[in-house]
Structure formats: structure tokens, C-alpha cells
């Protein structure tokens, strides 16, 4: 019997599918007289797939799919787990549309922090927190849940108590009432007014910048924790100020045209405030940056991942363990990354970002703009989240779609695990005997000695010798350096020089006496220069000479 039936029949159908799957007996907690519910259409649309086997990955809005299949699911079978199951089941008496991963507690829904407080149709949460939890079910009342616990246990109801994980939260995406507040509706909470857009609350800091006057729903404390922190993805901002943006992994991404999403889409008007103040204040509830793992689909036909806030070039869908949502945005955000404001990416990801990459299985942590190799989680104060990404990323970083440096930005300071400060000059760590020939402790990323002692290994994304016409200004001497074939020579002043420890530079052999250095032979033209023209003059003095000898002979 189809599930989306018997959620929409009424008290009859809801009873006999209860009868069917519980008993008659208060297992479920729901009557009759309550069927006209949409949690007890949730409640039935779960219970309508009792007995499917458990299949990782399995289920999607329209019923069970073999997903990856596993113990107990092989060949053709088709079914379910936890997640599969609670958005099949919510969408089908809803019409909501979940995740199917790990953000399907966050997304929308009021926030349940207690058993106590749970009605049949609730979502519930095991394991961790609602951010990050293990396991998901369905409410049925009476302590029971329905759910696809594990490979081997079919679709059936479960105690709490037999979850075997702590209750972390629920989340209600069904309406008993005028909850969640409509979109586009404006809520007031301390004092302070927000208009609803994707789901969050948008701080509003004049009426004049959606209108006028509204009337607003004051929420309590409970209320206003329970609404998502920040918009849907793919919900239109239309700014006060004129512009309209996307959100993307909580942040607003600016739409240059409506061609870069199939056409125009209807939006909330927002106050320009929040937007000028996305990541900055908390009232906003915007980001300033996508969140790390939100896949972008470009207008222009490439796929990303952010890291750091940077757009991460997606080059095969396994590379992140098969295909993922993601949302629309304008090619325009991914062409300016770092470059304006207003596409709220960065060209590089953030420093100490952590990434895993498909291929190796390596972690490398974001040093300048460059992955320099993890080899031990100790080496950095323990092990982190870290953002799955491609290979192809680290292994193409000459590449502007891969959003990463080959060697860290000159200037860059490190500390490694062994407590050695160096300051990254043309790829190379340069060794600080003494932060006061910079004028004090400066900002620096924490990285693994490992990278300094293996320079020769391409992992380490650190140079033995600087780049060929590096110039750096030793300190405090004020003597100019430049590099050529891993050899120093005085140079002029160079405004562009990076500041080094002049101890560092001993390590660094001087080049053979008389030798130009590399910035002084490029400040002349390539056929020029003193000696050149010097030389010059002599050939044509000779010249004249022989000239003057052949007239003389005739």
C-alpha cells in the first residue's frame, strides 16, 4: 500500500497501518482521533516500510534504493538507513525536502531538547550532537521510534533505550500550529525584530529597509534557539541596497544575473546591515564564508568544495565519496574569489585549515595558501576536523582552479612542533634566531617539523633553496639578497624583499666573487648595462682601428 495514501486518508488508513505494524496495543502512542496530524502521517509513512533491510545510503523521497548496498543488502535489494528512512518519511506527509547526511537535525525544524517534550513525528537524534550525530529515527510515542538502526535489523520499532546511543535531540519539521514562523514573516525576541528568510532569523536594524512598519510574532528563548542558525541553502537575499545574493553554507553569494541560476526566483528582502556584517555579528545569522564541505555547483559548469572559505576544484564525484547536493551559484563568486567582497570566497583557504584528500588518504594543513603535510596529529596539537577534497587540488596547484599555492605566500611565519619559527621567503623556511628583528612576536601557523626536514619530498610543499630571483632584506643589517641557483649575492634595495633574520642567511652559500645577483641583472636591460656598453665600446674603437689600417694599406 503506498505510504503517501495512508498519510493523507485520513483516521481509517492511519489506524490500520498501526494495527498492522503495532499491535493493538498503545505501542505507537497514536489514535485515531489524532490521524489527521501531519506527525502522525509521518509516524505513518515510517511505519509503512517496516520490515525493509537495512541498506547504507538506502532511501530517498519517493522509498527505499539500494544505496551502497552492504550486509543484508545485496544484489538488487532496496531499503534504507536512519537518515533515508526519517526524510522519506517527513517529505511524504510534508513535502519537505531533508539532507540525507548529518545536517538533517538543522534544518528548519523546531529544536526538541528533551524526551519529555517529544510528539509522534518528531525526528530523534543519538550519538554525539545534533550537528554531528550517529543516528536517526522517527517519534512514535511511548518512548518508541521507528528506524533502520543497522545492516542486518530491517526497518522496526525501537525503546529509546535500545538505540544504545545518549538522546543528543529532536527536531519537529511538521505543523501543529503556526510553527516554524512563515517565510518572509517577521519575529521579534529581547527587544530586537528579525525577518525569517530560508528558515533563520535576519536581523532587521530599520523598518526602512524592508518597507516600513510589520507586525511581528514575539518568540521565546526556547523559540528562538529552536531556528536554524543561518539560511537554507539556495534561499534569495534581496538586499535593501539593491543587490541580490545566495546562500550558500550559511553565507550570502552575490548573483550578478539571474542567468546564472536558470532565471529569476522569488526572495526575501533583507537588510543590507546584515549582509555588511556577515561573519562579523552574530545577529546577522549569515557567515562570511561558505562552511567548510559545502559543495558549489557554478554557472560556469565546475564543481567545488569549500575549504577555508575558499571554492576547491571538484574533478570526479568520488573523489568526496559519490555525488552530494549542492547549490546553484554564479560563476561570478568563483572568478572574483578574494578579489570582491561581495562573492564572500577566498582565493586561498584560511590558514590552519585542515583538508584530506582523496587519493593518498593525507592531511595537509593550509600554511599560506599551500598544503603542507601532516604526518602525525600530534605535530599539531591533536587531530581536527579536516574538509575532504580532490587530489587533483594538491596535485595541480599551477592550476587557479585549485584554489591552492604550490609553496606558502612569502612572508609567511611558521612555528613547527619542534618550536622552530621560520619565515617563509621563495618557498623556503628561513630561521628566526629572534622575533625583535621583526619588532616582536608576529602571527604565525603552527605546522609539523616534519615539512622543514623534508624539503626534498614533494608532500612538504617547502623548498632546500629559494626560488630563482627571490630578494630578501637581511635583519637587522638591512643587506639586500637576491637568489640564483640556491646562491645569495648583494643586490639593490628592493622594495618588494622579504625581512629575514640575518643568522638565517649563513645557511645559504654566497656566489663565486664578481657574480651579478639575480635582482641586480634584472634591473638591466637584457643587452644593456654598464659592462655591456663598456665591451661595446671597445669593439667599435677596434673596429675603427682595423678600418683606418685597410684605407692607410690602399
Aim: proline residues 6%; neutral net charge; glycine residues 16%.
Amino acid at each position: 500500500m503506498d505510504a503517501r495514501v495512508l498519510g493523507r486518508r485520513g483516521s481509517v488508513g492511519l489506524f490500520l497501518t498501526l494495527v498492522l505494524f503495532c499491535g493493538f496495543t498503545s505501542t505507537c502512542a497514536v489514535t485515531a482521533a489524532r490521524a489527521a496530524t501531519q506527525g502522525d502521517a509521518i509516524v505513518s509513512a515510517a511505519a509503512s516500510q517496516a520490515g525493509r533491510p537495512y541498506c547504507f545510503a538506502g532511501g530517498n523521497l519517493n522509498g527505499p534504493t539500494h544505496g551502497t548496498g552492504g550486509a543484508g543488502c545485496g544484489g538488487s535489494t532496496v531499503g534504507f538507513d536512519c537518515t533515508g528512512l526519517t526524510l522519506y518519511a517527513v517529505y511524504q506527509a510534508t513535502g519537505k525536502d531533508l539532507s540525507h547526511d548529518g545536517r538533517q537535525a538543522t534544518e528548519g525544524g523546531q529544536i526538541i531538547h528533551n524526551t519529555s517534550e517529544l510528539q509522534p513525528g518528531d525526528l530523534v537524534f543519538f550519538g554525539g550532537s545534533l550537528s554531528n550525530f550517529e543516528h536517526a529515527g522517527v517519534y512514535a510515542g511511548g518512548g518508541k521510534i521507528w528506524d533502520a538502526l543497522n545492516y542486518g535489523i530491517p526497518v522496526q520499532l525501537h525503546t529509546l533505550a535500545q538505540v544504545g546511543l545518549p538522546f543528543v535531540g529532536g527536531a519537529r519539521y511538521w505543523s501543529g500550529g503556526n510553527w516554524p514562523p512563515a517565510e518572509g514573516s517577521f519575529v521579534s525576541h529581547n527587544g530586537f525584530v528579525y525577518r525569517i528568510a530560508g528558515g533563520a532569523p535576519i536581523y532587521v536594524s530599520s523598518w526602512s529597509a524592508v518597507g516600513g512598519p510589520q507586525p511581528s510574532t514575539p518568540l521565546s528563548d526556547a523559540q528562538f534557539a529552536s531556528l536554524p542558525q543561518f539560511p537554507r541553502d539556495g534561499t534569495i537575499l534581496d538586499s535593501s541596497a539593491g543587490g541580490v545574493f545566495i546562500a550558500a553554507g550559511g553565507a550570502p553569494l552575490y548573483l550578478s544575473s539571474w542567468n546564472a541560476i536558470g532565471g529569476p526566483k522569488q526572495g526575501t528582502v533583507i537588510d543590507q546591515w546584515d549582509i555588511d556584517r556577515a561573519g562579523a555579528n552574530p545577529a546577522s545569522h549569515l557567515r562570511a564564508y561558505p562552511a567548510d564541505g559545502t559543495i558549489l555547483d557554478s554557472s560556469g559548469g565546475g564543481v567545488f568544495i569549500v575549504a577555508g572559505g575558499a571554492p576547491l576544484y571538484l574533478s570526479n564525484w568520488d573523489a568526496i565519496g559519490g555525488p552530494k547536493p549542492g547549490t546553484v551559484i554564479d560563476q561570478w563568486d568563483i572568478d572574483r574569489a578574494g578579489g570582491d567582497s561581495a562573492a564572500h570566497l577566498r582565493a586561498y583557504p584560511e590558514d590552519g585549515t585542515l583538508i584530506g584528500t582523496s587519493g593518498d588518504g593525507r592531511v595537509y594543513e593550509i600554511v599560506g595558501g599551500a598544503p603542507l603535510y601532516v604526518s602525525s596529529w600530534g605535530a599539531i596539537g591533536g587531530a581536527r576536523p579536516a574538509t575532504s577534497v580532490d587530489q587533483w587540488d594538491v596535485n595541480n596547484t599551477d592550476n587557479p582552479a585549485a584554489h591552492l599555492r604550490q609553496y606558502p605566500h612569502d612572508g609567511t611565519f611558521v612555528n613547527t612542533s619542534a618550536g622552530r619559527v621560520y619565515r617563509i621567503a621563495g618557498g623556503t623556511p628561513f630561521y628566526v634566531t629572534n622575533w625583535s628583528v621583526f619588532g616582536g612576536v608576529q602571527s604565525y601557523v603552527n605546522i609539523d617539523q616534519w615539512d622543514v626536514d623534508n624539503t626534498a619530498d614533494p608532500h612538504s610543499h617547502l623548498r632546500a633553496t629559494p626560488l630563482d630571483g627571490t630578494v630578501v632584506e637581511g635583519l637587522p643589517s638591512s643587506q639586500y639578497w637576491g637568489f640564483s641557483a640556491g646562491l645569495r649575492s648583494p643586490v639593490p634595495s628592493s622594495p618588494g624583499a622579504i625581512g629575514i633574520d640575518d643568522a638565517s642567511l649563513t645557511a645559504f652559500p654566497l656566489a663565486p666573487s664578481g657574480s651579478v645577483g639575480t635582482a641586480r641583472a634584472k634591473a638591466s636591460p637584457s643587452r644593456g648595462g654598464k659592462r655591456y656598453k663598456h665591451r661595446k665600446r671597445r669593439r667599435h674603437a677596434k673596429h675603427r682601428r682595423h678600418a683606418h689600417r685597410k684605407r692607410s694599406h690602399r
